[in-house]
Structure formats: C-alpha cells, structure tokens
C-alpha cells in the first residue's frame, strides 16, 4: 500500500472509527433520538466547548439491493459528489494522495444567519475483512479535516472542521443458495450502515439554529445519499 504524507493520521483515525463507531451503545442514555425514517434512526449528543455546539451524531440505516461497497464507493467518488449532495455551493478535489485517498474542498450552502462554511478534508475508503471468512468485507470511509496550500481561508467564509465516518456490512440473504456471489439477486443483499459525523462550525453559531439545522439536514442527507445508491445501482451488476 503506497504510503504518504497523511499515511501515519489516516490509520490512526481510521483504526479509532473501527474501535467505537460500531459499538451498540443505543441503550445507554447518552444518545437521544433525534428522527426516525423507515429503518433510518438518526442520534446525537448534546455537547459545547466554549459555547460552540460540538454534538456528535450517529446513525444507522439498513437499506436492501445494495453492497457495502457500492454505498462507500458512491459516498468517497469525487465524480459524483454533486449529484447526491445537496448542501453544496462547491466541491474540489484538490489532490490524490493515492488510489483510496483524496483532499477535497468543499463550500457549504450558507446556514443562515451563521457565516458561510468551507471544509477541507481528507477522504479515504477502504475494505475491511471480517473474523468470518465467509462474511462479505466491511467498507468505511472517513472524511477528516486538513489543510492543504490550495485550500487558503477565504474571509469571511468560516472554515469547519469534520471528523465522519460510514460504515458499511452487506449481508446476503439465502447465502448457500448461491455458490458464486456475484449472481446474487439484488433482492437478497442488505446493507447495514453506521455514519458517524463531528462537526465543529469553526467559530460561533447560534446554538439553537444550529441544532435545528442539524435535525433538519441530517436525516435529510442520509435519505437522499442513500436513495441516490438504490437508483444508480439498480440496473448494474452487483459490486462485492
Ligand atoms: O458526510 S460528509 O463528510 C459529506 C461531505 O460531502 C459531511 C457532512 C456534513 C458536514 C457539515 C459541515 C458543516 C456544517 C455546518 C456547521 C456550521 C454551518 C454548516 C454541517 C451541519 C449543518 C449540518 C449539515 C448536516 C448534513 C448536511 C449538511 N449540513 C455539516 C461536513 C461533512
């Protein structure tokens, strides 16, 4: 695996997304529901530093007819980042620091009355083989910020700052009916998917508006990301 610059933070992030973001820790009280749609449940955590709204959220989904692999791919792909994301002005990437991991820019709709954003990040994607040999590899991508040369602070835009996660695991329903994988029918692929988002908005917003925003645009972005996958795959053969 060609290393870089960003090798040594990205395993270290990464390895720390695969320890705690899949941990089923729902029972507890920390998590409060924040919007639930079919199998999607969306979760935050109330948290401020200095009066900055910090709250982490995590959500889950389980969507049929598509692969891990196929919602990673879909979620890291710079070619299609404006086709399912709505809360964009922009998105550039900047540069690729190898096959699975590249920087991007990106300029956030403004959320009114707050300071337009700008984020800059790191995107990589990657498999991750099960204990069982027989179970389909897991796939995650995570987005973490950086600072890149090409990606200077514009005033008065505010940069922000992100650290997420998705994870995906594919179950295949009726698995021994099947001796080669690839001629499984879409109706019997499940995805199970964990996202995991920490955003600091870089600077001060109104608590109350940015957690109305977080409620609204959360659950929406999830839905639309993940209908987005189901409407490109439908027709393709299946991506283990
Ligand atoms: O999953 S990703 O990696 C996909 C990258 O294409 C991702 C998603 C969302 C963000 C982000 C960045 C800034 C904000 C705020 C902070 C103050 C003003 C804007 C928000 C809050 C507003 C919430 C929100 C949630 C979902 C979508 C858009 N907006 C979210 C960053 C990365």
Not at 18 to 44: C, H, P, Q, T
Not at 105 to 122: L, Y
Not at 155 to 177: F, Y
Not at 210 to 223: H, N, S
Request: net charge neutral.
């Amino acid at each position: 695996v060609p290393r870089h610059r960003l090798s040594d933070e990205i395993e270290k992030i990464v390895q720390e997304h695969l320890k705690f973001d899949l941990v089923d820790d729902f029972n507890s009280n920390i998590w409060e529901l924040l919007a639930a749609d079919g199998e999607m449940k969306v979760y935050r955590r109330e948290l401020e530093e200095n009066g900055i709204v910090l709250d982490p959220l995590k959500a889950v989904h389980s969507v049929k007819g598509v692969t891990g692999h196929e919602v990673c791919k879909y979620f890291w792909d710079p070619a299609v980042r404006m086709e399912w994301e709505g809360t964009l002005d922009s998105s550039r990437m900047l540069e690729a620091l190898s096959d699975d991991t590249l920087i991007f820019n990106q300029v956030h709709k403004r959320v009114w009355p707050a300071a337009q954003r700008d984020t800059c990040f790191w995107s990589h994607i990657r498999s991750v083989s099960k204990e069982n040999k027989n179970d389909l590899d897991d796939w995650i991508v995570v987005n973490y910020s950086t600072t890149h040369d090409s990606a200077p602070i514009k005033e008065p835009m505010i940069r922000a700052w992100a650290n997420v996660a998705l994870i995906c695991s594919t179950i295949i329903l009726n698995r021994d009916k099947y001796a080669d994988l690839s001629s499984v029918p879409r109706e019997n692929l499940v995805c199970k998917i964990t996202y995991v988002a920490q955003v600091n908005p870089g600077g001060w917003a109104p608590a109350n508006v940015l957690r109305a925003v977080y409620k609204r645009e959360y659950p929406k972005f999830l839905k639309r990301f993940t209908q987005y996958v189901m409407d490109k795959t439908k027709k393709l053969p299946i991506l283990l």
